[in-house]
């Protein structure tokens, strides 16, 4: 039997393997972009940027608590110009690798989504991951615009009117919503030609000696092995409520844990803490351990598996 096939097509975009870099882990810069290219993988994603710089949260933003990583950096980055220098030079970088390069944006209002999008593609990234995890600063309370159907949907029309119909769109979901299916489905009906999915758990982490949380920010987003099983049942959801190929992420550790993910439905498999367990081999590591599943179980491509577990 020969080896299993890892090739992946996301939209229009080829990967070698499915693993996706997810955002705000390590893409920060074009010397990191290169090195996750170099360790083998598949396409990586920026850190999200917003109009303006932001200086993030004060320190602790980040701590390993046991089942996994909780932390508030608090979206830092260099503002949308600086971001498109990067993101540039970054596509420059990957090219030989054949790396696609997901930008990723955020923003407080529908509006400014729209004019970060319209600034970044300006440097052409393969597609535009939009993260809707932030709060809406125009609504009463402050909620998330992945938490409403309406300001999901309202945030994808605006970036979809922004970035015309050549670049592909991939909207973020963040996983503590009542019913994830129908934000899927609102995006995907506003324009979405993509879903990520999960972005991290709210959670907080309290010192017991100290007598409060442990960050400074109180609570931050949960990542790693413990939301493995709560980022399945999301991409299983949203499989199920919309056809337009998913970007799964959520405490993938392994190369089992990617076979899972895309058991699960996921076209593409999204990476972040692992590299923190593992080290930035790890998006190289994985893909090698996914195509080991696979031919072990003698199943010979992603297409072959993907949904598997919830037909
Ligand atoms: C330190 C850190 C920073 C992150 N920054 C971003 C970000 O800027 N934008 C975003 O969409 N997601 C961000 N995320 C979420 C990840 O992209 C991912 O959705 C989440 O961590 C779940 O995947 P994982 O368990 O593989 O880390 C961040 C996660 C971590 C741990």
Redesign the pocket.
Known sequence: MGSADLTCRLLGLEMKNPIVL????IGTSSSLFLRAAQVGVGAV?A??CSLQPRAGHPNPV?LDWGA??I?A?G?T?PGAEEEVHLLAEGRRILEPYGVPLIA?I?AGTVEEFGQVAALIAQARPHLL?V?I?CPNVADEFGTPFAAVCESAAAVTESVRRAVGKDLPIAV?LAPNVYNIGRIAAAVVEAGADAI?A???MPGMVIDAHARRPVLHNRTG?L??MA??PI?LRCVAEIAHAVKVPIIG????NTGEDAAEMILAGATAV?????V?YRGVEALGTIAQELGAFMQAEGIRSLDEMRGQAIR
């Not at 992420?249 to 993938?252: E, L």
């Not at 999204?270 to 692992?274: F, K, R």
């Open positions: 997810a955002s705000g882990i994603t850190k999200s980040a996994g990583v932390n950096i979206l980055n990723s955020f991951e993260n995890s973020k990520t999960i972005n991290t987003g990542s790693g939301i493995k980022a992420t959520g405490g993938v999204g990476v972040g803490t692992a923190w």
